[in-house]
Structure formats: C-alpha cells, structure tokens
C-alpha cells in the first residue's frame, strides 16, 4: 500500500468532525452565564433546603426532650400512696408579705384562665373565699426563672376550669393591686401546675350562680341567672360560690355563738332522739313512721324530752339538731325538716329571767356576727353583693312589748286583729315595721300570748287566765323563737291534757308525766329556729338559701 493509500482512512474520519466543529458557533455567551446562574440557584436552594432541613430535625429533636416533663400533666389517682411526712399544703387565707420570695405548694380550683399571646398564662385559683392570681410563663432558657417549656403552656392552658388543680410556685409581690382576685397584692409565679382532679361538664356555671339580679341587667342584654330550683337541684356546685361560702359560714357562727354563750353560762348540751314514741305538739303536723312492728314519730321538737332532762337535775341545757314538721306548705320560711336551738332551764323566781337571758343571748349573737363576719371584706358583705340588704339594727337592749300592746299597734295602723287570735304573717311582718319605725330595732319580743293558741305544757298566767306565760322572738317582723314557762305540776299538766281538741291520753305520755309525778323545778326554755335567723339576720329571699340540703313537701334530694 502506497503511503497516500494509508493516509485517506484518517482523513476520512477526522474530517467530518472537523467539519460539524466548522458548522456551528456553539453555545453563545450569555447562554453559559444563564446556565451558570441556574446552576448556582440550585446549588443555594439545595444548601438552603439542607439547612432546613437540618434547623427542623435539630428543632424536632430539641422539642422531643421536654424540659418541664414531670412539672405538669394529670396526677395519678389519690390513694394515700406515701404517708412519708410532709408539710401541709397552703392555704391561701395565710398569704403574706412574709411568703414572697418563697416556694409554696397549694391545692385550689382553677377558676378562669386567660391568655396573652403564646409566652404567658394569667390563672384565678379559688380556695374557699380566698383567691389569688397565678403567673405561667413560657421561659425555655432564661436562668433565675422557672423554666416553662411550650408543651406546657400549652396543656395548662387547656385545664377545664373548676378542676382541682396541684400548683407548686413563688410567691411575689405585685406593683398595682390585682382587682379581680381577693388576694390583691401578692401572685404565684407558676413553676409546677398539675391537674389533680378532673372533672365533668357543669350543669350550672360559677358565674351566673353568682350573679345578682342588679348585675344581670334588663331586655335582650340580661345575664344568666339562675333560680331557685335549678340552684338546689345542683346544690353540690352552688355551694362553690363565694356567696354560699360566706352564708354557711355565718350560719356555722351562730351555732359557735349559741355554745359560747350558754357553755359560759353553765349549760350542759345534750342530744334527744328523734325517733319518738308519741307526738310531742299536734297530729296534724308529724311523721308517722313504721318502727319495726309498731309505729313511732319523727320528733316536732325535743320538748318532752328536754323538760324530763331538767326534771333530771340538769338545771340549765341547751340542744342543737334537727325537727320534723309535716307541714304541706311551700312559703319562704318553712320547710319540713329544720335545725332547731333549744333551752330549758330552771328558775328561781320568774319566767323572765329566761326570757332576759334569752334576749341577751340573741343580742350577743347578733353583735358577734357583725364583728367576726362584717367589714369590707367579710362574709356579710359577700352575700350582701348578690342577696342586696340593709344591715341588721341591733339594740343595746330588746324591745319587749305584751301581745296586747302588740295588738293595739296594729290596730292603730289599721289593722282589724283578735285580741286573742294569733298573728298572721302579714299582721307580724306590718308590727316588725311598726317597731322598726318607733323603736329602731329590727329584733324585738312579745310576751304574754293568749293561752288557748299554746301548747298544752305551756304555764297560764296567774293573774288573767285569758293569757299564759309565753313569748315570741321576731326579726324584720318575722318569728324566730317561740317559748315559755313549762307546766310543772302534774296534775295542771294533765288538766291542760284534757282540755286539748282533742283531748290527749296522759298514758301515751306516761314517761313525761312521770317526770314531774317525781318533781321537776318550775322552768322555762325556748326553741329558736337557726336557720330563720341566718335568713332574716342576712334578709335573704327564701329560708332554702339558708339551709345546705333543704326539704319542703316537694323535696326530699338531693
């Protein structure tokens, strides 16, 4: 083969490469740029993504470990677990300015929750009376503050309100009193906030249980309220409210009162039984009640009883507990079941002598009320914000007027009454304010009521038979108390037996006749209605207010 020969294959083959090269300008300029540009675009959002990426799965796994785990959540159910000892959780009526800057642990209800923005939580927690503002805030790094991590934030600011709540936090000051807490200086920054108890829907809310009429305004823009009814059918909750709270308070007190004073005064306190053999006032009013194979009566008063405890040498006793009237009436101040305050005492020359130590008794009660529950922030106060009154006038000493007298007043106002008949409700509400208008006095006594409207024990009067020894207490007009000097001689007893309509066997009562066949001192005594007195001394609109459980004829639960 030639050398030209040899030659012609590689030309062959490089030239049409070098002919394509020679055909085309190839990519310009600006197209390279172009593309450089986009491939750097790519490039940054690939580096971008990936620092997402990474800032997320570093995010994610920071949020994963939860800084406040264990500060928070739904304790296990209260079993007295650890009896290992501890200090006593706090009471919130304790509170001072010797607390701030110190940790306390408390149990109170969560009563609102509001929140401002994502980093803090303004909590109301309810003990009782007493509340105080509670302070979450989200703090995840800062040192010197509790740390508070978002998932805590979060679950506490879910907690249904009225749950019964486990907080542990500082106790601080605060530059402006807080307005809507009772506790107005001082607040609890938050550092551990447990659910301790949780709870159902409520069928009545705190807020209109509490709400007064005034407050719920008028028209298409009246608040809820709620009613009697409803208030009683849901008792458990109503009895949450700061009214209720203070109104049983109240009605602790005079309990407490009416020991304190006869307990200084040498009574002995005594319980009868309520499961009676015969019926102690008349028939018409008792609960007969099947008694294994015979019948017996829930007792209308410890009267028999009380008077045979005298007979028995206890000069001067006192009870407390409850009576049993059948009555079927449905007004504002009776019910079927009552508390009942009852003495019986000895005496030495006259009647009055129970009666002077029984006004003073009031009148001592009375003042205390005001001193221990009164003032701007007493419990007086607290119901006079739903319940609106006037207060109470006490006199320095009782206004005692004759049923006669009584009866001439309201026959001087216009009233046509019998001197011998007993008073209406509207005869002793319109004497209470004649009283009131003559002699500044919201309580008062009338004494000497006409024989045939008393009890068969009740001791005539000696000098017009028309009358007996007996009296009645009133406040605003209406009865509180009712008593007398006591039949004492057997043989009187058993005459004033027969004169009953109709007459009464004295061998159903043969153990209370006894009694005084034995000897019993001359003596009087008096029962007074407690819960009357918490519902007249705070004016409030219905005797059920007063009373935790009430019963009328239309009520037996809850």
């Keep these: 083969m030639s050398e030209e020969q040899s030659r012609k294959p590689a030309e062959n083959v490089a030239g049409p490469s070098q002919e394509t090269a020679e055909g085309s300008a190839g990519p310009s300029k600006s197209a390279l740029k172009k593309q450089a540009k986009e491939e750097e675009k790519a490039r940054k959002a690939a580096e971008r993504k990936r620092k997402e990426d990474e800032a997320k799965a570093a995010k994610d796994a920071a949020e994963s470990v939860d800084i406040s785990s264990g500060n928070y959540g739904v304790l296990p159910l209260h079993q007295s677990q650890d009896d290992t000892p501890k200090e006593p959780l706090k009471r919130l009526v304790t509170v001072g300015s010797e607390d701030v800057g110190k940790t306390v642990l408390f149990r109170a209800r969560l009563a609102s929750l509001r929140q401002q923005g994502n980093k803090l939580l303004f909590c109301e927690f309810r003990q009782s009376l007493v509340s105080i503002q509670g302070l979450l805030e989200l703090n995840e790094n800062k040192e010197g503050k509790p740390l508070v991590s978002k998932q805590m934030m979060k679950a506490c600011s879910s907690i249904t309100l009225e749950s019964l709540v486990l907080v542990e936090g500082v106790i601080q000051a605060v530059e402006k009193p807080i307005q809507a807490t009772t506790i107005k200086n001082f607040e609890v920054h938050i550092s551990k906030f447990w659910t301790a108890i949780s709870i159902a829907p409520l069928p009545i809310q705190m807020d209109a249980a509490s709400r007064s009429e005034e407050d719920a305004g008028e028209g298409e823009t009246k608040l809820v309220t709620i009613g009697l009814d409803t208030r009683l059918n849901n008792r458990v909750i109503d009895l949450r409210t700061t009214t209720n709270q203070a109104i049983f308070r109240i009605r602790s007190g005079v309990k407490h009162l009416f020991r304190e004073y006869l307990d200084a005064r040498g009574f002995v306190e005594f319980e009868t039984p309520k499961l009676q053999g015969a019926m102690t006032e008349s028939g018409a009013s008792v609960f007969k009640v099947t008694y294994f194979e015979r019948s017996a009566f829930l ?218 066949e034995y000897g019993a001192p001359p003596h009087a005594g008096a029962g007074l209605g407690l819960d009357r007195i918490v519902q007249f001394f705070l004016n409030l609109p219905n005797i059920r207010l007063a009373t935790p459980f009430p019963r009328d004829p239309g009520r037996i639960a809850p």
């Design 299 to 516: 007792a209308q008063s410890p009267q028999l009883a009380k008077q045979m405890i005298v007979s028995g040498d206890f000069d001067r006793m006192y009870e407390i507990g409850p009576v049993f009237r059948a009555e079927n009436s449905w007004g504002p101040r009776h019910m079927t079941e009552f508390t009942g305050m009852d003495i019986e005492m000895a005496i030495d020359h006259h009647y009055h002598e129970v009666v002077s130590l029984l006004e003073d008794l009031l009148i001592f009660i009375f003042h205390e009320l005001n001193k221990r529950f009164g003032g701007p922030s007493g419990e007086i106060e607290w119901v006079r914000k739903q319940w609106p009154s006037e207060p109470f006038v006490v006199p320095e000493k009782a206004v005692r007027l004759r049923f006669s007298e009584g009866i001439r007043m309201l026959r001087e106002a216009g009233r046509e009454v019998d001197e011998l008949e007993d008073l209406s409700t509207e005869d002793e509400k319109l004497l209470g304010r004649l009283v009131k208008e003559r002699y500044n006095t919201d309580f008062f006594v009338l004494d000497k009521f006409p024989l045939k409207i008393r009890p068969f024990y009740t001791m005539p009067d000696p000098h017009d038979e028309r009358y007996s020894n007996s009296y009645d207490f009133f406040m605003r007009g209406q009865e509180i108390l009712s008593g007398a000097q006591r039949v004492h001689d057997p043989e009187l007893l058993k005459h004033r037996m027969s004169l009953v309509d109709p007459p009464i066997d004295p061998s159903i009562m043969q153990d209370y006749v006894n009694a005084f």
